[in-house]
Nanobody, 121 residues
Framework: QIQLVESGGGLVQAGVSLRLSCVAS???????MGWFRQAPGKERDFVAA????????FYGDSVKGRSTISRDNAKNTMYLKLHTLIPKDTDVYFC???????????????WGQGTQVTVST
């Protein structure tokens, strides 16, 4: 059983950057991983995904061009750097993982508890 723990969220001003981390309790070198975000009462929004070998990355339309996903399998950690934050980025950010090279949020057995990001004007 893999456990995921997100960190790095907080209250920030618009325009700044923020880096979120997702630490796994076990090895991640065979796991596709990704980030989603969701506000209460709203649908889940795909943010980014990365293959197990970090060879491919994918981004959702809402953050494309303003974010960078990366991972360090030696540290069992995935990162999400959000650049030029805007108020619409306010959400709870969740990381997920599955035992496939690629990641799919609809087929993800492992999720973290989320980290809140709040962007003020």
């Amino acid at each position: 059983q893999i456990q995921l723990v997100e960190s790095g969220g907080g209250l920030v001003q618009a325009g700044v950057s923020l880096r979120l981390s997702c630490v796994a309790s076990g090895r991640t070198d065979e796991m596709g991983m990704g980030w989603f975000r969701q506000a209460p009462g709203k649908e889940r929004d795909f943010v980014a995904a990365i293959t197990s070998d970090a060879g491919l990355t994918f981004y959702g339309d809402s953050v494309k061009g303003r974010s960078t996903i990366s991972r360090d399998n030696a540290k069992n950690t995935m990162y999400l750097k959000l650049h030029t934050l805007i108020p619409k980025d306010t959400d709870v950010y969740f990381c997920g993982a599955r035992w496939r090279r690629t990641y799919n949020g609809d087929d993800s057995p492992y999720w973290g508890q989320g980290t809140q990001v709040t962007v003020s004007t």
